[in-house]
């Protein structure tokens, strides 16, 4: 099960804004958090070829998690809700999270916590 819904974006506004608007970082760490080696080919696929690239990236994440889904749910969201589902990612790797500030982080935990 991924740590933060697919809508979890909504809630953790400090990552919804570094994985939209540093999009290629967040893929490219992303990649990188899972032992791929060249995560600049994984940004140049996912810029070319979002719903492929994307979804094979993610299950690679979902692999080395253990979490349970198949290509065309990935596929399908990274065509519909593409923001969405690199915010899940960068959430579920932690590949992002040298950016947020530690108030941020904290004030995150915090607001999970009680949920």
Not at 58 to 66: A, F, P, S, T, W
Request: include cysteine.
């Amino acid at each position: 099960m991924w740590k933060q819904g697919l809508f979890g974006c909504f809630s953790n506004a400090s990552l919804s804004f570094l994985a939209c608007c540093a999009f290629p970082l967040a893929v490219g760490k992303n990649a990188e958090a899972v032992g791929e080696p060249n995560s600049v080919l994984w940004v140049i696929a996912v810029m070319y070829a979002p719903c492929v690239a994307g979804a094979l990236l993610r299950g690679l994440i979902r692999k080395k998690k253990g979490i349970e889904g198949s290509f065309f749910v990935d596929c399908f969201l990274w065509f519909c809700l593409p923001c969405c589902a690199i915010c899940q990612e960068a959430s579920e790797t932690g590949a992002l999270d040298y950016l947020q500030q530690p108030e941020l982080q904290s004030m995150e935990r915090d607001a999970h916590a009680t949920t």
